[in-house]
């Protein structure tokens, strides 16, 4: 089981930036998928973005695209999210989310993660 913590969530205002981190444990980062999710008040959690193993197979969602850049340290166990031109709509609490080892592909769909860190509140004024 992989144990994520996240980091990095604050106020900002519209326009502006924050990067997310999450930090991971267990023996098997590498060889995990990771992706990020948000969930805003009264909403589904939806897909953000995922990274699959080495850095590659990255995917945004539309909403996102241009703005936010998802990367990966495997010496250092963390996932990033940098946001840039954040947008009200850009608020929700965000969740860094890990599938099972081995699989090899970036999924949308948030029952393919295994493990689920607690959420880091993004908050952001217009």
């Known amino acids: 089981q992989v144990q994520l913590v996240e980091s990095g969530g604050g106020l900002v205002q519209a326009g502006g930036s924050l990067r997310l981190s999450c930090a991971a444990s267990g023996r098997t980062f590498s060889s995990n998928v990771m992706g990020w999710f948000r969930q805003a008040p009264g909403k589904e959690r939806e897909f953000v973005s995922g990274?699959?193993?080495?850095?590659?197979?990255?995917a945004y969602a539309d909403s996102v695209k241009g703005r936010f850049t998802i990367s990966r340290d495997d010496a250092k166990n963390t996932v990033y999210l940098q946001m840039n031109s954040l947008k009200p709509e850009d608020t929700a609490v965000y969740y860094c989310a890990s599938r099972s080892p081995y699989y090899s592909g970036v999924s949308y769909v948030k029952e393919d993660y295994k493990d689920w860190g607690q959420g880091t509140q993004v908050t952001v004024s217009s």
């Open positions: 990274i699959g193993w080495m850095g590659g197979g990255i």
